[in-house]
């Protein structure tokens, strides 16, 4: 048995595949159809039960009792059988693989015995039947050798090779001697052949011939042999009509239209006697049709797409004619008397069927235009549009014809004419006329009616004329007339387009009825001057009788008046003509202008002028060059005329209105100008001789600026500007006249007056400056220059390199002096330090408008102003125990001119006076101006204040010094009495001094400033200096620019307390702040007292005595230099300090000294709130003693400068302290804690670190010596700094600036360590804070959230280095592990690259 396998299918089958030798009839058992699914079984099983319920279920309600009983048994019992026997399949099922298999293989073994017998049968029956006669063939040896031998096999049969194997070509030369032979045979053939003329269009090439009919067709045809009797041969046909609108490209006949054409026309060239005569008729024929049929589906395209009913399809006969109707009337909806209708028809000629389409018109096209007759009878180019249009386009210019003929029956002399391109009439309205001004009238091709254009004409008019020329194209002419007039209001119009003007039709007046203004003619025009509101220029229209295509212009000046107010009617004041020859006038005028050698013809050369076209747009056809004449005219001189009226009626005289120049510029001179108030009369005079001229001109293209020039000669002040050394000035004064006020009105005047008067008050303070200059002391002239005086304005420059500068001008808004300061030359950008008492220098000013005051003013607060500018004025945050608010260092507060209040952290108040010859005053300003026991509310004194000041006065100055040694402690008090006698005596002394100075001063004018240089020395009574008199330190010394209060008034002055009789300071002469000349360090050569200064006291005294200070010693001014000054405020390293000790803010010495005050102030109410502190009483003015339990401390100014604050620390006891660790707790309290920038809680934090256990103190002592010389330590890695406040960077426990050192049962302290880098780049640097355990004596990091943003690799190395360092030292009783851990943590500390706190 041959071996099987299970097929796809599940099937046994053979090995090697299925036995395919013949059909096999189906073994025994197999099944004759396939099987089914059993859920598919089951599924119809149901489905059927289902069934049959639904059934019963609607059935048996109508049957009886009984009948439903039995269909329901029979049911169930029929539904059970067959589930049972469902469920014998489903049990049988399980094993019917196995007996598939066998029923498989039982069949395959039937089958296998088949095929056995089947093939012995079939052996049987050949070797029976077949192979009894079978013979074998001779052996083909011929053919055997032959390929054998030769490799071919050449004894094929021919008849294989001549069906197989074609036979060989012929050459080039043959083909070419064949194609001229039949080339010579075609051409014999058309010559001998009947050939119509239509095919005249012919070519002979490569045996054959094509004919070709443009438009129509194109054939080639050949013959195929040289006999006379072979027919021709149609070898390819192609049809040459096309449909360019709407074929898209494609071919109009189809390929198989073309082959059966093609056959037809073989057809009849093989059967008929004149074969080419009948291809033609038979294919023209075709092609006429086919063109009717391509016009006849573009006429439908038409009308669907863009002519609508305006052409409308009347009859078409394929192969015939087509009729179409154009300009329909009915159509249009223009019902009026009898509709015409124009058709066009394209049709094929019956009688002569070889002529092309034809086109006929009806009604007949008139003879006008050979060409447009010609293209509207030609249908070559195959467009129905195309033809259209040409028909109408003639028609079109039968209608304009007959327009413009009716126009040259009115005017013989009319220059319409027609244009063909597009069917227009072009009319000329007025003569000379532009292209643009012209009446264009189209004919609209789709309709056949009249379109008027005109530009610029109203829609809604030329859709009347329209409708009007439409009905009746007589009409157009009444039209004409009132276009003419309306073309005439244009021209006007645009004439004064560029000119500031508003046209209108109608003027609305009150008294129209009444006046003149009503007689106008219809036609008028109302042009209104816009900046000339009141005055209105009219242009009359008027007909020509002679010439319907021009007009006569006529113009009228016409002054409106307002009755109520300005939204009130207007009434019509003067109306008057113009002259009638206003053209030469115009000619003279642009005549003026011309080159010389050019010709201009004359008015009267011209002749009769010739019928031209219009000219194209861009020429100058339309101006009114009278109107524009007489508007510009009225424009320029009228504004003159009203300024003019103005002047009269502000009775100021003048010239009148003046030509200049060529005769194109106006102008007013005036004779006089009002004097000003608040001037003087020698001033006015001066002024009124040095003016030698006043003009007012116009400027500017829209004629609204006015521009006023003065020329003045002999000017008081030579400056040093290029432009202002002519002995002549001119200075222009320009006006901007206001759109609501009319050009040359009022407003111009008073600002004109506003300036006149400007120019005299500055005037006058430069004529008593100009007079006082002679008297100028030396130093000031050097100090500053004129840079600029132009009348308006007084440039001056000062300072030592003239690069500062001060302008003064009269405000006429404020009539008050304006100052404006700035910088010039090389340090124009920077601030002028005397804008910080500008509003002072201003006020100043204004109260005595004297230069020289100003000058000295500024030349002797401008040193001390560029040494207060350095001061700190940005506020600065955690300067209190409020670390959130700021509060500014310095507030610089201006009280005068010359004296400046310095607020310091709003406590504290400095009051600097400055003084003439180089010096300043300065006090306490907490202590009243009025009186020396009250304090200025906000304010503290400033204890040691005098002292601190007393280290800058010059070393000239021992003399002063010892004064005010007396002022603070007087050795022998004066009583009252004799103060009262004294002072009598001195107030006789004064007032006779007064009345000696006082013509002087009055004769000095504005130099009154400086008092005459020989004026009366006072008398002494006595050399005793505490018994001279003096002057109060309000008075000053004669000399001095500034008008204070005499003493013997005993008026105020600041700091003076108010007694009976003079101040304490007043007790020497010249030793007052007051009298600076005596004080000077530098005697001014300047001051008649300069040789006489060693009179005041004797240049050897004894030393002062040490006593006891007054506390309002430092009311009284301290005299101090320029220079020391400038030491006193600008910021300076802090002195006695080496220079790794000092911090790096940088501050003045005054901002020191105050900030160390504060400090001690602070230090006072911190020792009351501290537990842990007491204070000890002291009887040194100025010095804090207090002690914890183990230490005594005093803090004090260092009495060397009064620049910073010093401790000294001394142990109760002998304990564990060391010399060297008390002097490192008073350095780090006097460079880290007292020291800048002055912040309370850095002492409170130091003050809680006093209070600490000694052991814990020490510890932290020791690290502030790592931080004061970290050189010590060389091998650590990182340098400490003990954070006394919270800084920014620290881990969030609180808000920067909060005290950073909490000391409870643990202590938590900041340090920030930076890491030593030799080379150059940016140390890396880290908060560190840590926790002490006071019971445990365990030093660690404490345990405080950082934010994400920074980095936590730092801060647990920090925290294992703590970790190790206490396992491996572990804390001994009463030991400090601080200072050891910090220690640790600084040798062995190692971030890793790239780690930023």
Request: aromatic residues 6%.
């Amino acid at each position: 048995m041959a071996p099987v396998q299970i097929g796809s299918d599940g099937q046994l089958v053979p090995l090697g595949g299925p036995v395919v030798s013949g059909p096999q009839p189906p073994p025994p058992g197999a099944p004759a159809t396939q099987g089914v699914r059993l859920s598919l079984l089951i599924e119809f099983l149901l489905q059927r039960t289902y069934h049959e319920i639904t059934l019963l279920a609607e059935l048996l309600p109508r049957k009886t009792d009984m009948e439903r009983k039995i269909e329901i048994v029979q049911f169930a019992s029929r539904t059970r059988q067959l589930f049972v026997r469902l469920l014998g399949l489903v049990k049988w099922a399980s094993n019917a693989g196995k007996v598939e298999k066998c029923a498989m293989i039982s069949s395959f073994l039937d089958q296998q015995t088949i095929l056995f017998v089947d093939t012995a049968d079939r052996l049987a029956s050949l070797a029976r039947d077949a192979l009894v006669h079978a013979r074998l063939p001779s052996f083909a040896i011929p053919f055997a050798i032959d390929v054998l031998t030769t490799g071919s096999y050449p004894r094929l049969p021919t008849c294989i090779r001549d069906k197989i194997i074609p036979p060989d070509p012929i050459t080039k030369v043959e083909k070419q001697t064949t194609l001229g032979q039949l080339n010579q045979i075609l051409r014999h053939r058309l010559v001998t052949t009947d050939l119509p003329p239509q095919l005249a269009n012919l070519t002979v090439a490569n045996g054959r011939v094509k004919f070709r009919v443009e438009g129509e067709f194109e054939a080639t045809l050949t013959v195929m042999g040289d006999d006379p009797d072979i027919p021709w041969r149609l070898l390819k046909l192609e049809i040459l009509v096309e449909d360019k609108e709407t074929g898209d490209g494609r071919t109009l006949v189809h390929s198989l239209q073309v082959n059966f054409i093609h056959e037809l026309v073989q057809a009849r060239l093989c059967a008929d006697d004149k074969p080419l005569q009948d291809m033609y008729n038979c294919l023209h024929s075709f092609c006429l049709s086919l063109q009717l049929e391509v016009l006849h589906s573009q006429t439908l395209m038409l009308i669907r797409e863009r002519w609508g009913d305006l052409v409308q399809e009347e009859r078409y006969v394929p192969a015939k004619y087509l009729t179409l109707t154009v300009w329909n009337q009915q159509v249009l909806g223009r019902k009026t008397g009898t509709a015409s209708v124009h058709k066009v028809t394209v049709k094929i000629d019956e009688l002569d069927g070889s002529k092309p389409l034809q086109i006929s018109h009806e009604p007949p096209l008139p003879a006008c235009d050979s060409k447009l007759m010609e293209r509207a009878m030609k249908i070559d180019h195959l467009s129905v549009e195309k033809l259209l249009i040409d028909s109408v386009h003639a028609r079109s210019n039968q209608k304009l014809q007959e327009l413009k003929a009716i126009l040259k029956t009115n005017n013989p002399s009319d220059n319409s004419f027609i244009e063909t391109a597009l069917p227009t009439l072009v009319i000329p309205i007025l003569e000379p006329c532009g292209r643009s001004e012209c009446l264009h009238i189209f004919v609209d091709l789709h309709s056949g009616m009249f379109q008027p254009m005109l530009y610029g004409l109203d829609q809604s008019m030329l859709d009347e004329i329209e409708k009007t020329v439409n009905d009746d194209m007589k009409r157009i002419l009444s039209w004409l007339q009132q276009l003419k007039f309306w073309l005439g209001e244009q021209r006007s119009r645009q004439s004064v387009k560029h000119l500031p003007t508003v046209c209108s039709d109608v003027l609305h007046l009150s008294n129209s009825a009444s006046h003149p203004v009503g007689t106008l003619s219809k036609h008028k025009l109302f042009i209104k001057l816009t900046r000339l509101p009141q005055y209105y220029i009219v242009v009359e229209m008027l007909e020509v009788p002679s010439s319907p295509t021009a007009l006569q212009y006529k113009y009228s000046f016409l002054s409106v008046s307002q009755l109520e107010g300005d939204d009130g009617p207007m009434c019509a004041q003067l109306l008057q003509h113009f002259k009638p020859n206003l053209e030469h006038l115009v000619q003279d005028t642009s005549g003026r202008g011309s080159r010389p050698g050019t010709k201009r013809k004359g008015s009267g050369d011209h002749g009769e002028p010739e019928p031209k076209k219009p000219k194209r747009s861009g020429e100058m056809c339309a101006f009114n060059k009278e109107l524009s004449h007489l508007v510009a005219m009225c424009d320029t001189n009228m504004p003159f005329i009203g300024l003019r009226t103005e002047l009269s009626n502000m009775e100021i005289a003048t010239q009148g209105v003046q030509v200049e120049g060529d005769g194109s510029s106006h102008a007013i001179r005036l004779l006089n100008i009002p004097p000003c108030k608040g001037v003087g009369e020698e001033t006015r005079r001066a002024l009124e001789r040095s003016l030698l001229d006043c003009t007012f001109r116009l400027q500017g293209r829209n004629n609204r600026t006015w521009v006023a020039e003065l020329m003045l000669a002999n000017c008081p002040l030579n400056s040093t500007h290029s432009k202002e050394q002519a002995s002549t000035r001119h200075v222009y004064l320009t006006y901007e006249n206001p759109l609501s006020e009319p050009v040359g009105g009022r407003k111009v005047v008073e600002m004109f007056l506003n300036d006149w008067n400007a120019i005299s008050q500055l005037y006058q303070c430069v004529l008593n400056f100009s007079r006082a200059l002679p008297e100028m002391p030396s130093y000031l002239s050097l100090f500053s220059e004129v840079r600029l005086y132009n009348y308006r304005k007084l440039v001056l420059c000062y300072g030592t390199t003239k690069g500062s500068s001060v302008t003064i001008q009269w405000n006429s808004n404020t009539q008050r002096f304006h100052l404006a300061l700035g910088t010039v030359g090389p340090n124009s950008g920077c601030s002028n330090c005397h804008n910080i008492i500008l509003h002072q220098l201003q006020e100043m000013f204004n109260k005595c408008p004297n230069v020289m005051q100003l000058l000295q003013v500024l030349s002797d607060t401008q040193a001390p102003l560029n040494a207060i500018n350095k001061l700190p004025t940005v506020p600065m945050l955690g300067l209190t125990q409020r670390t959130n608010t700021a509060y500014q260092c310095f507030s610089i507060l201006p009280q005068s001119p010359t004296h400046i209040r310095l607020a310091f952290r709003s406590m504290y108040c400095i009051d600097i006076y400055c003084r003439s010859r180089g010096v300043v005053a300065i006090r306490d300003g907490a202590y009243s101006l009025f009186d020396n026991t009250k304090i200025v509310e906000g304010f503290y004194p400033a204890p040691g204040l005098k002292t601190f000041l007393n280290m800058f006065v010059d070393s000239n100055q021992d003399a002063r010094r010892r004064s005010v040694n007396e002022d603070d402690n007087p050795p022998s008090p004066v009583g009252e009495n004799m103060m009262d006698s004294l002072m009598s005596h001195l107030q006789a002394q004064q007032q006779q001094q007064q009345l000696q100075q006082q013509p002087q001063a009055m004769r000095g004018g504005a130099g009154g400033v400086y008092q005459p240089l020989t004026s009366p020395q006072p008398n002494y009574v006595t050399p005793s200096p505490s018994m001279m008199p003096t002057q109060s330190p309000g008075a000053l010394d004669p000399s001095s620019p500034y008008a204070m209060v005499s003493p013997s008034h005993r008026g105020p002055w600041p700091g003076s307390p108010q007694v009976s009789g003079p101040s304490p300071g007043a007790r020497i002469h010249g030793m007052s702040p007051g009298n600076p000349s005596l004080h000077s360090p530098i005697p001014d050569p300047h001051s008649p007292r300069a040789g006489t200064s060693s009179q005041v006291m004797p240049t050897s005294m004894p030393p002062p005595r040490k006593l006891p200070q007054r506390p309002w010693a430092a009311s009284i001014p301290t005299i101090l230099t320029h220079n020391a000054l400038h030491v006193l405020l600008l910021p300076s390293p802090t002195p006695c300090l080496v220079p790794g000790l000092a911090g790096s803010y940088l501050c003045s010495p005054l901002e020191r000294f105050l900030g160390s005050v504060i400090m001690r102030r602070h230090l006072q109410r911190i020792i009351q709130q501290e537990a842990n502190l007491s204070i000890v009483n002291s009887n040194e003015p100025g010095v804090i003693m207090f002690k914890t339990d183990v230490l005594k401390c005093r803090v004090a100014l260092n009495p060397k400068n009064y620049q910073t604050l010093q401790l000294k620390v001394t142990p109760e006891n002998t304990g564990p302290w060391s010399q060297e660790e008390l002097q490192v707790l008073e350095k780090f309290f006097e460079t880290r804690v007292a020291g800048p920038p002055f912040k309370y809680n850095t002492l409170n934090a130091f003050t809680k670190l006093l209070g600490a256990p000694t052991n814990i103190l020490r510890d932290c002592v020791r690290i502030m010596k790592l931080e004061l010389f970290p050189d010590q330590a060389a091998q650590l890695k990182w340098n400490v700094q003990f954070c006394l406040t919270i800084p920014p960077s620290a881990p969030p426990i609180a808000p920067p600036g909060t005290i950073a050192v909490v000391l409870k049962s643990k202590m938590l302290f900041f340090l920030q360590l930076t890491q030593r880098i030799p080379v150059p780049q940016e140390p890396v640097s880290i908060i560190v804070p840590i926790v002490y355990d006071m019971a445990t004596g365990l030093t660690q990091q404490a345990d405080i959230p950082r934010q994400h943003s920074s980095s936590g690799a730092a801060a647990l190395m920090v925290s294992n280095i703590l970790k190790r360092f206490n396992e491996l030292h572990p804390a001994r009783q009463g030991e400090c592990t601080i200072f050891a851990s910090v220690h640790e943590l600084m040798a062995n500390l190692s971030l890793p690259p790239g780690t930023r706190q």
